[in-house]
RNA sequence: AGGUGCGUAGCUCAGGGGGAGAGCACUUCCUUGACACGGAAGGGGUCAGCGGUUCAAAUCCGCUCGCACCUACCA
């Protein structure tokens, strides 16, 4: 598919679109639910359609796809099921805005043509964001997907809400709600969001009937006094029980109030007096409720004084609170005011501060749904990764409350129940009724209300597989595998989906939750689009390459921290990217004529019968220990630690060592070792872009292509596995001598200012074993150390021209004519013996101890031996060689 | 107010009872036939503080300080 010469560098923008539609042609990720394989089944958390994707939504889904690619590699039948959500207050407050530039408001134009726009607005921004899952690469199954508000779905939804009725578990009543005065429909508890404000506590004075003296009160919402029917003290309060069914006069208004003597009162808050407005406030709703109170209603749906306001009637809540404290100071009924600092309610959608209101409203019954999710994960059926999160699932389970479901919006699942104008007959069904179940009139109404948006996206794990129908896709891919989000939606998504799933479909909907990091910006600051900091995931994407980006947020979603997000690191993993074509680049080039695919059946052979290099067997060594690695750490979700082995392996280990050693070998153009060593690298390279793959979709594909291989695609060939075959603790252990050998004459050439590219002559003190070993690697090490040659010597000649250094292969000179810097050197070496007779020291100190040789386990013991030769060796050498520099 | 988590190199973070790690940044040198999106060699840390357990603590326990997030009806 590639017979072009390669280029000198990746460019993703050339590569990347060429290989989605590959894939998509070729059906790679259509999933077959007649497939005998093990399946393996993730459901996308939907994107709602208010926008297009962001960061977050990049990370989520590419650690996603991430697995998803990794376990289709591993031969399982893999289903991962994108969609959109319509994300019901969230869209219509876009709309409304949008209209709201024109002129318009949603009433103007009514309910249908509303939902029709949104209707319009919705095929747009699905076709955007579908556009960039591609773009990303994320390998779904389009041949199922999924709109929350599509039939099928509201079908499920329309089944799980009559079934819920039936039972009893959802019911309609009168209740305190928070309600969000610009949206104009109450809002879950969830969804009202508490920040700290700095406000002021103020203190009224109101008079008792009767002259009968005064209670001072303390509030930080004046303007709801206009509200109040009574006054409350605690019952057990010395100052006040005395007034404790006396009647207080309301000030402005001149109302009656009874005190009453309620606990809930904190004597020590303020004056241990406070105002009741049942109608306005949870605790005095309550209060009301106990006492029977009257609710007097003063701020209506749109947050303005209702005419049960007096003179304050049709002024705003805040234009109230201002005109309240005005009359009230110049009448004398504020005794003073101070700062204090609240937290107040506030729409998560729009910010606006929420009024509880007393509203007619639908809600769950929750407790009895709570109660076995919460026992799926106590027992374990359900697992959450990171661990910690299942603490804050149960606190949250714990202590759950019921959950208001009705929406006052246009955008959402009309909530199947209808009246009767006639007799007023509720009834609520699964399919839309004509007659009136009870007297049989034709006038039915159906509740204008919505649905909450979280009530279908509860049940989405089985909603996308066709429930409420007994289908293939049930049976084969319920359970999901997984699910994996972002925290932030634990109690409103997961733990709703959990109970959902557990009461409709009898299971468990998933039995690992993997939760993701929030991505913060570089300031680390939350990402948010109000703010302006977002950072366009597509458009990172576009400059530096999808696989760049996947990389970076694959590598640094560590255990459930967030994510600072930079650039830096993106360009880091481009270059990684880079350095990834140019290997195979440099293997394309020097592959001969007709080379193929190597299988790892034959390479295995070729390993187990001895027929290899060291050299050779070290990398499918390090390859076999990367792998094992990649593959156990991916089971564990922790990306990092996969991310991590895959680059230093290919970067740090089979590109800055097994490609330079292979060189040498290639340049004999023919031979037996040239044979095999083709072999290995292709083998090799081969091997780890198929461990790539699952994070760097795009550059592996095309490279692997490039590559002999057999198959038709990386997408679906087999993700390696350890093999017993290819480990080799003795190629190990020679090769990082040979590393060290190397490193160690380099590093004398550096240090001494030498030129890297001139050729010198080396002398080395080493055993026989060590000459031998250094013998073998004669041409390597050459090249490596950019030597002219190496001679084996009994004792190292005196001369100021040689350049003395020592690794574990023994004391070497390297023979220059410049000479080195004595002093210099000198110094170098006693920062050398200080570091090395310190960890001497250390070491000797804990072998001198009989606990530890006594308590201590024997491999410690034993190392810390080992150790203290090693040190003790290699302080001879340098003390040595600084007595040598000393004398001379 | 409760809960959870975190303080490790300049930055971002991993590690988690027995030799302080990675990436980026930094310093020096190098356009050597895959790659300057590169190569080689370096510098840099009382692992927040104090106390305890242990033969051994960055790691376990307690306290203190600092930070972050979540839950909650504090007028």
Redesign the pocket.
Known sequence: MNSNPIP????SRATEERWVHFWEEHDFFVADNRSPAPSFCIVMPPPNITGSLHMGHALTTTLQDVVVRWKRMHGFNTLWVPGTDHAGIATQNVIERRLAEQGIHRKDLGREKFEQIVWEWKEKAEKTIHHQIRKMGFGCDWTRVAFTMEPRMSRAVREVFVRLYEEGLIYRGEYMVNWCPRCTTAIS??EA??EPEQGR?YYLRYPLRDFAGEIV?????PETMLGDTAVAVHPDDDRYRDLVGKTAILPLLGRELPVIGDS???????T????ITPAH???DYQAGLRHKLPFVQVIDELGMMTPQAGPYAGLSRAQAREKVLEDLSRQGFLVRQEP?S??VARCQRCSTAVEPLVSTQWFVKIAALAEPAIQAVESGRIRFVPS?YE??YF??MR?I?DWCISRQLWWGHRIPAWYCRQCGQMQVCRTDPALCSRCGAGQLQQDPDVLDTWFSSALWPFSTLGWPEPTRDLEVFYPNSVMMTGF?II?FWVARMIMMGLHFVGDVPFRTVFLNGLV?T?Q?Q?MSKSKGNAVDPLEIVEQYGTDAVRFTLSV?A???????F?T??V??Y??????IW??V??VL??LPAGASAVESEEMEALASKGLLTVVNRWVLHRLNVTVGEVNETLEKF?F??AC?AL??FF??EL??WY??LS?PVLNQRSGADVEQTVKTLIYVLDMSLRALHPVMPFITEDLWQRLPHRGVSLAVARYPVARPAFHNADAESELSRIIDF??AI??V???N?L???RRLPLEVMASQDDAGCVERYLGPILALA?LSGIRTVEALQEDRTHLRGFSGIGQFALISEEGSDAGAEAERLR?DIARLQQ?LERQAK?LS?P??LQ???AA?VE??RE?RA??AGKLDKAAAELRRLDGA
């Open positions: 000198k560098s990746y460019d508890d969830l969001q508490h506590l009160v303390a509030t930080t919402r809930f009162v904190q004597k020590e808050f303020g241990g007096a406070v105002k406030d949870p605790n204090h609240l937290s910690n603490k804050v606190e949250w202590n409350h932030d109690f913060r570089e680390k939350k640094m560590g255990s459930g921290t967030d994510i600072v930079s830096d690191r360009i880091g481009r270059a990684f990217a880079n350095k140019n290997a680049r440099f080039l020097n922790r990092d630690e991590n680059y230093h970067w740090h590109c800055d490609l330079e060189k190397v490193t380099r590093t050439r550096s240090e200012n030129d890297p590219g950019r920062k960890e804990k101890s606990e530890f308590k201590a386990p410690v190392s810390a150790r090693d040190l």
